[in-house]
């Protein structure tokens, strides 16, 4: 199987910053990589699919990239919505697997 | 306006069986690949099962094999996950989530998913 790792685990960050969450796979993926957000409570919302597209109706300031085993989620200018758990995953190789998330919260 | 809608879940004891269903509109069901995903409680997302659009391909993860079924019906635009022999590290919220064309493909719309207590 597929591991998915993310770094950091954690971080706080202010409005207006500019955050870059990693997220690598144990095995060459491709561009097989999805990022998701989730706030508290909500339902998970995709972001960003083949590493670097944007979902439609997904605000510009995400972008991504990466290919292989090594990816980036880039939040541009951080606004008060933005605070929440972002997640990878690769589709691949079954089974997909999700990286352990990274919660983004206000320093 | 995609929408998703999950039902079944509740409380069951370990060793029991639930079946959850996920019925959907806004896209043309019969075209697409569906998957259930779930998250236990405080924890992170995790891929239970996918199957295609004609049912003929389907995969599960490691913690789940043997154990649950997924079907669809597409005359009815229903998901099914069935689960047997159901333990307490079963419990989570389980959500359906279609997939954006084939089975190798990310999931762009997710439903509000379905609570599974696992308990005696």
């Known amino acids: 199987d597929i591991q998915m790792t993310q770094s950091p685990s954690s971080l706080s960050a202010s409005i207006g910053d500019r955050v870059t969450i990693t997220c690598r796979a144990s095995q060459g993926i491709s561009n097989y990589l999805a990022w998701f957000q989730q706030k508290p409570g909500k339902v998970p919302k995709s972001l960003i699919y083949a590493a670097s597209s944007l979902q439609s109706g997904v605000p510009s300031k995400f972008s991504g990239s990466g290919s292989g085993t090594d990816f980036t989620l880039t939040i541009s200018s951080l606004q008060p919505e933005d605070f929440a758990t972002y997640y990878c995953q690769q589709y691949k190789s079954y089974p997909f697997t999700f990286g352990p998330g990274t919660k983004v919260d206000l320093k | 306006e995609v929408q998703l809608l999950e039902s079944g879940g509740g409380l069951v004891q370990p060793g029991g069986s639930l079946r959850l269903s996920c019925v959907v509109s806004?896209?043309?069901?019969?075209?697409?690949?569906m998957s259930w995903v779930r998250q236990a409680p405080g924890k992170g997302l995790e891929w239970v099962s996918i199957i295609s659009n004609g049912g003929g391909s389907i995969y599960y993860g490691n913690s789940v094999k043997g154990r649950f079924t997924i079907s669809r019906d597409n005359s009815e635009n229903t998901l099914y996950l069935q689960m047997k022999s159901l333990r307490a590290e079963d419990t989570a919220v389980y959500y359906c989530?279609?997939?954006?064309?084939?089975?190798?493909?990310?999931?762009?719309?997710w439903g509000q998913g379905t609570l599974v207590t696992v308990s005696s």
């Open positions: 989530a279609k997939a954006h064309s084939g089975t190798y493909s990310h999931l762009d719309y």
């Open positions: 806004g896209f043309t069901f019969n075209n697409y690949a």
